[in-house]
């Protein structure tokens, strides 16, 4: 029976969203914009990388011209490789949202046909009443933030008056989502996971979709780091998802990174913690070795948006994927015969994009294995066409949402 592997290069958008100017992104353009700048040596970096983007692996399974067809334009500065090994499209997003539940669980089958909500961009974020209860039921003094924010310039910003006072750093983005940062140690993890909780109950009733806890370490403001601690408390999804299905057909979903979480532990076999690209990797790979005839590995592949995209931090972002890229053989080298590769993405995070918010773009969709061949799927309708190609793959009732292109 064969075996199936999901990696989310998360906020990996390749432009042309349809429904782009609806949320302020008419132009964005992760990869072509990334491109561009390795182009004309605005990415390069000491100690780094220089100049153009270089992605050979990718190229070879049809990155370039899947880019090409979803934005108009082919990635500048990047060789065009004359032989493709994969098949290669691309999908726009259906679901109302351009947030990381929304665009995983339409991954897997489930997109989201419902409004989330969201806090006000002016004055304070949060209703003075969610604020009081929360402080009432979990004991602390107050709230410092309560704002749209980055996460490492608010941790900057209020971190030494949290270690002072004891009161939790709130904030929030233009996403659906409620983030806490707090000190490891001053605060304690245990206990900013207990706020969180009581924060997830709180929030319901507003269908906000996701609680972060956001733990840091440091004594000063130049040495205050965010951890890999992180822990997302989630909705769970509306119907069930790929996962559940695979789950209920006796199946084993071994997720790692933060897709647990972001399914909020439903349709979930295993959880598998790693902290950055490279550790991701590894823990795949091991997966990889481990999964049995008829399994799933779901990776989610977080610092290209939580690192790179949400920082705009160009350089960083280009390093990644030629890092990543990289590595790609050793995925390759794990491979038995009828498995599956699909590589994707989740949103767009374009670094050269005004604020520091996800962008609404198409993702990418790259699928390869042994003997599968390469052809040229086109622009697909939903995401979650990639959902159902894997549950015909792995040979379980697909669901009504989205198409196999297998």
Same mark, same amino acid.
């Given at each position: 029976?064969?075996?199936?592997?999901?990696?989310?290069?998360?906020?990996?958008?390749?432009?042309?969203?349809?429904?782009?100017?609806?949320?302020?992104?008419?132009?964005?353009?992760?990869?072509?914009?990334?491109?561009?700048?390795?182009?004309?040596?605005?990415?390069?970096?000491?100690?780094?990388?220089?100049? *153009?983007?270089?992605?050979?692996?990718?190229?070879?399974?049809?990155?370039?011209?899947?880019?090409?067809?979803?934005?108009?334009?082919? *990635?500048?500065?990047?060789?065009?490789?004359?032989?493709?090994?994969?098949?290669?499209?691309?999908?726009?997003?259906?679901?109302?949202?351009?947030?990381?539940?929304?665009?995983?669980?339409?991954?897997?089958?489930?997109?989201?046909?419902?409004?989330?909500?969201?806090? *006000?961009?002016?004055?304070?974020?949060? *209703?003075?009443?969610?604020?009081?209860?929360?402080?009432?039921?979990?004991?602390?003094?107050?709230?410092?933030?309560?704002?749209?924010?980055?996460? &490492?310039?608010?941790?900057?910003?209020?971190?030494?008056?949290?270690?002072? &006072?004891?009161?939790?750093?709130?904030?929030?983005?233009?996403?659906?989502?409620?983030?806490?940062?707090?000190?490891?140690?001053?605060?304690?993890?245990?206990?900013?996971? &207990?706020?969180?909780?009581?924060?997830?109950?709180?929030?319901?009733?507003?269908?906000?979709?996701?609680?972060?806890?956001?733990?840091?370490?440091?004594?000063?403001?130049?040495?205050?780091?965010?951890?890999?601690?992180?822990?997302?408390?989630?909705?769970?999804?509306?119907?069930?998802?790929?996962?559940?299905?695979?789950?209920?057909?006796?199946?084993?979903?071994?997720?790692?990174?933060?897709?647990?979480?972001?399914?909020?532990?439903?349709?979930?076999?295993?959880?598998?913690?790693?902290?950055?690209?490279?550790?991701?990797?590894?823990?795949?790979?091991?997966?990889?070795?481990?999964?049995?005839?008829?399994?799933?590995?779901? &990776?989610?592949?977080?610092?290209?948006?939580?690192?790179?995209?949400?920082?705009?931090?160009?350089?960083?972002?280009?390093?990644?994927?030629?890092?990543?890229?990289?590595?790609?053989?050793?995925?390759?080298?794990?491979?038995?015969?009828?498995?599956?590769?699909?590589?994707?993405?989740?949103?767009?995070?374009?670094?050269?994009?005004?604020?520091?918010?996800?962008?609404?773009?198409?993702?990418?969709?790259?699928?390869?294995?042994?003997?599968?061949?390469?052809?040229?799927?086109?622009?697909?309708?939903?995401?979650?066409?990639?959902?159902?190609?894997?549950?015909?793959?792995?040979?379980?009732?697909?669901?009504?949402?989205?198409?196999?292109?297998?």
């Amino acid at each position: 029976m064969p075996r199936a592997f999901l990696f989310v290069l998360d906020s990996f958008g390749v432009g042309g969203a349809p429904d782009a100017a609806t949320y302020g992104d008419e132009g964005a353009d992760t990869l072509g914009h990334i491109a561009e700048f390795c182009a004309a040596g605005a990415a390069d970096r000491d100690g780094l990388r220089s100049g *153009p983007l270089q992605l050979p692996n990718l190229s070879a399974l049809g990155l370039l011209h899947l880019a090409k067809a979803a934005s108009g334009r082919f *990635p500048q500065g990047m060789p065009v490789p004359e032989k493709l090994y994969a098949i290669f499209g691309s999908a726009s997003e259906v679901s109302r949202g351009k947030d990381t539940p929304s665009g995983h669980w339409e991954i897997a089958g489930t997109p989201v046909t419902f409004d989330w909500g969201y806090f *006000p961009t002016e004055g304070d974020a949060f *209703p003075s009443d969610l604020v009081e209860s929360l402080c009432a039921a979990a004991d602390v003094p107050g709230i410092l933030g309560n704002c749209h924010a980055s996460g &490492t310039d608010i941790i900057a910003r209020h971190g030494a008056e949290h270690i002072r &006072t004891g009161k939790p750093i709130c904030y929030t983005s233009s996403d659906s989502v409620f983030q806490v940062a707090a000190h490891e140690t001053h605060f304690g993890l245990d206990r900013l996971m &207990t706020f969180c909780r009581i924060a997830r109950a709180l929030l319901d009733p507003l269908n906000i979709g996701r609680v972060i806890a956001r733990p840091f370490v440091g004594e000063t403001p130049s040495r205050f780091e965010r951890t890999g601690n992180r822990r997302d408390f989630s909705v769970p999804p509306p119907e069930p998802t790929l996962l559940d299905r695979l789950v209920k057909e006796g199946r084993s979903v071994h997720a790692v990174g933060k897709i647990g979480d972001i399914f909020a532990h439903q349709g979930v076999s295993r959880v598998i913690k790693a902290n950055g690209n490279q550790a991701l990797m590894d823990a795949t790979l091991q997966a990889m070795d481990t999964a049995e005839d008829g399994d799933l590995v779901f &990776t989610n592949f977080v610092d290209f948006d939580m690192v790179y995209g949400h920082r705009r931090d160009v350089p960083g972002y280009a390093a990644a994927l030629e890092a990543f890229d990289a590595r790609l053989p050793e995925v390759g080298g794990k491979l038995k015969p009828g498995d599956l590769v699909i590589l994707t993405a989740d949103h767009g995070c374009d670094p050269t994009w005004r604020g520091t918010d996800h962008t609404r773009e198409r993702v990418p969709i790259i699928a390869y294995g042994p003997g599968l061949g390469s052809r040229d799927i086109g622009i697909r309708r939903t995401y979650a066409d990639i959902g159902e190609t894997i549950a015909r793959h792995l040979r379980i009732p697909t669901g009504p949402n989205g198409r196999s292109f297998l």
